[in-house]
């Protein structure tokens, strides 16, 4: 069994900060992409950013030159770092990872629980 476990979120004022973290455990023989989605209720789910192993991080534009997307190779891990967070940011963020369980299995998408991030004054 994988298991994607978020960590972070909360409350912060406009133009502050804040980090979020994913750590992917379980049976892992390869995990390729990860990245953070985020939805507000009543809305769909809009993709926030990605890092291919090994690769470049993409961002969706109403995110770039705000947050940083990182990973951790030997802890599995993926962080969000927001910062001059906005209003328009607040929703449940969700970490996802595309993971090879073993060598002989094909990957499957896994999902953390969601965290909620509120940035009001």
């Known amino acids: 069994q994988v298991q994607l476990v978020e960590s972070g979120g909360g409350l912060v004022q406009p133009g502050g900060p804040l980090s979020l973290s994913c750590a992917a455990s379980?049976?892992?023989?390869?995990?390729?992409?990860m990245g953070w989605s985020r939805q507000v209720t009543g809305k769909q789910r809009e993709l926030v950013a990605t890092?291919?192993?090994?690769?470049?991080?993409n961002y969706a534009d109403s995110v770039k030159g705000r947050f940083t997307i990182s990973r951790d190779y030997a802890k599995n891990t993926v962080y969000l770092q927001m910062n001059s967070l906005k209003p328009e940011d607040t929703a449940i963020y969700y970490c996802?990872?595309?993971?090879?369980?073993?060598?002989?299995?094909?990957?499957?998408?896994?999902w953390g629980q969601g965290t909620q991030v509120t940035v009001s004054a």
């Open positions: 379980g049976s892992i023989f390869r995990i390729d992409v």
């Open positions: 890092i291919p192993s090994g690769g470049s991080a």
């Open positions: 996802f990872a595309n993971i090879r369980p073993s060598l002989v299995e094909k990957n499957y998408d896994y």
